[in-house]
């Protein structure tokens, strides 16, 4: 978002308005109701005061009792009335913070549902979703005390201003000269605020990287045999105490313009305090005016404290929330459903792809027909661009050249809801997750058992050898058991192979078996998907031979491509790879 438009902050104001109206109309209604009674409340003290007072006088002077009874009454009311509005506001703030939080949440998950993977490698973008993800949590107290702002603080300040202006409009001159400095220095440390997120996020995540390298499970056992942890620890160390440089000269910056603000309040205060002993002295206002001027001037500087309390917190948090609102309010092209259908050939048009930032094109140039209900292999050493090549055919990325067409249409427009309908793939780093048994295979959609034991049959994999129930978690940090690599790898291909599909691909998810095994898996898989469009993937060559077609990647293009057959008699890249490799498969 960073290289992206900013939104005006009144934009991102009435945005997060919406929202937390949508959220819930009841609770903020009721923080409103609560916020108004209060700023009603405070102005009614101001006015029973001066009446108190005046009527005070005209009884010591010997009018009678009575006229203290109105003043004294609407004490009692005010004082009854402000615990009420108190406890409104509670509950109204409790029920609110919760509400505005679970629904910016949704919006949020739905908003992460709705990425492309290319969003991923873009490291800019994923420090804004970090950002967008601190503005998240902050959402709902940022939510809050704009209500405040609006519903109490405004107008008190304002009926009270007008009372003031009644009385002696020169008086108004407190009102700005108490808030103008105080709003300004809240102004400049948002801003300030909001720059400091943007230069920071990278900074904070590569200090919770290190810190993770050292303390995470995943990272631990490498950690240790390397004996890694000094150097992770001095990285930690470095990368903390640049960001708290960078924190603490924002935050000295923010000081200074705080103090320097501070010393015009209090001179702005001095000056009011003296001019109202003046207008007393010189009889312009009487002795009840004086105390309830006092006592209103009084009061808006310590709601303003307050305010600028609040606002402080909330003004971080809102500039956090602006990138969440920006995120949020992202347009994204238009895009239609579409998917691929079984009768579906899969066509490449002179594809070309490069990783946002990178150099050089993990792709050039490819220009490659699957038939519906063929198998393809693609083979070719590390780094030969296999996974990306497997991602754009399947859609995950679009290319940044060339098209690809399911049965003739270019997929590059699909919405990702529609596009992977049929598809299902085993990637190369397939996730582990931590649950149970069954529900790492049928995690793409929950269904009868009967198919997941249809799914694990096919690739002869059994709960029971693994010594563990459809129930287990797999994992012991939640109560169940940990599997070896070689059986993930087996729970993985269950996993695609249970998702109903047109097109699988199996990116080297047999790296953890041996070459054999690998074989068996890869014709057990052409067996099943008989009539489906079926793409393998390794840098093992004994298992392509029973592939329909082979195509041989190198730095990203295809150097060579036909049958097994075809390719040995070329006697090219892979004959040659398939020779150095031969020992493998020779019992
Ligand atoms: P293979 O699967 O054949 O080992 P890949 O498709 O993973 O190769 O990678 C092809 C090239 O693209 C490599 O040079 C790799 O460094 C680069 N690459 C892969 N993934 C990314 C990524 N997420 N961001 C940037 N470059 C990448
Ligand atoms: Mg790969």
Redesign the pocket.
């Known amino acids: 978002m960073s290289k992206r438009k900013r939104m005006s902050n009144s934009n991102i104001f009435i945005k997060l308005i919406k929202y937390t109206w949508r959220a819930s109309p009841l609770t903020f209604s009721a923080l409103v109701v609560a916020s108004l009674l209060f700023s009603v409340l405070r102005y009614g003290e101001i006015v029973v005061l001066q009446s108190l007072f005046s009527n005070i006088l005209e009884v010591v002077k010997g009018a009678p009792f009575d006229i203290m009874i109105k003043p004294i009454l609407a004490i009692l009311v005010i004082l009854i009335l402000n615990p009420v509005a108190e406890w409104l506001e509670f509950l109204a703030q409790g029920y609110f913070w919760r509400r505005g939080n679970g629904y910016m949440q949704s919006l949020y998950h739905d908003r992460i549902n709705r990425m492309d993977l290319i969003d ?2 873009d490291v800019e973008n994923y420090d804004d979703f970090k950002k967008a993800s601190i503005g998240n949590q902050e959402a709902p107290n940022g939510i809050r005390v704009i209500v405040q702002i609006l519903f109490l603080y405004v107008p008190f300040i304002l009926i009270t201003s007008i009372y003031l202006i009644n009385i002696k409009p020169m008086l108004v001159l407190a009102i700005v000269l108490i808030f103008i400095p105080v709003f300004i220095s809240e102004l400049i440390r948002m801003s300030n605020n909001y720059d400091f997120e943007d230069k920071i996020a990278n900074r904070r995540r590569r200090t919770e990287y290190f810190e993770n390298c050292i303390v995470s499970k995943e990272n631990f056992k490498e950690t240790l045999i390397n004996g890694s942890f000094n150097y992770f620890y001095n990285q930690f160390l470095n990368s903390n105490k640049k960001f708290s440089k960078a924190f603490v000269e924002v935050k000295n910056k923010l000081l200074k313009i705080a103090v320097v603000m501070r010393i015009i309040n209090t001179l702005g205060y001095i000056c009011v305090l003296a001019l109202l002993v003046y207008y007393l002295y010189n009889g312009s206002i009487s002795v009840g005016q004086f105390a309830a001027i006092y006592y209103s001037i009084e009061k808006i500087t310590s709601m303003l404290k307050k305010l600028i309390e609040n606002i402080g917190e909330a003004l971080v948090g809102i500039s956090s929330t602006s990138f969440l609102i920006r995120f949020l309010n992202e347009e994204k092209e238009s895009e239609r459903e579409g998917e691929l259908s079984k009768e579906d050939d899969i066509v490449l048009k002179d594809v070309s792809f490069r ?4 150099k ?1 094109k ?2 050039s140039n490819i220009n490659l027909t699957i038939k519906a209900g063929t198998s393809l292999a ?1 083979v ?12 754009i055919i399947m859609g995950l990325y679009n290319p940044s050249q060339g098209v690809v067409e399911y049965g003739k249409e270019n997929i590059a427009k699909y919405s990702n809801s529609s596009k992977f309908s049929n598809i299902s793939a085993v990637f ?1 780093n397939f996730i582990k997750y931590k649950l149970p048994a069954e529900d790492n295979i049928r995690i793409s959609h929950i269904s009868s058992q009967e198919e997941i034991e249809n799914a694990s049959s096919k690739i002869n994999l059994s709960f029971e050898d693994y010594k563990i129930n459809n129930d287990t978690i797999l994992s012991r940090e939640f109560g169940g058991q940990e599997l070896s690599g070689g059986q993930w790898q087996r729970i993985a291909i269950a996993r695609g192979l249970y998702r109903p599909h047109d097109l699988i691909v199996l ?2 998810p047999t790296a953890a078996i041996d070459p054999i095994e690998e074989a068996n898996v890869f014709s057990t898989f052409k067996n099943l998907s008989d009539d489906k469009t079926c793409i393998f ?1 390794t ?1 093992r060559l004994g298992s392509t031979q029973i592939a329909d077609k082979i195509v041989v ?1 190198e730095n ?1 293009k295809i150097v060579e491509e036909g049958t097994n057959q075809e390719l040995i008699d070329l006697k090219g890249k892979y004959f040659d790879l398939l020779e150095s490799q031969a020992k493998w498969y020779v019992r």
């Open positions: 991923y490698e990783y946002p930032n990178a050089e993990a792709l693609i070719g050493e590390n780094g030969s661009g296999k996974s990306t090549l497997t991602k190369q990116d080297e993937v840098h990647l990203g």
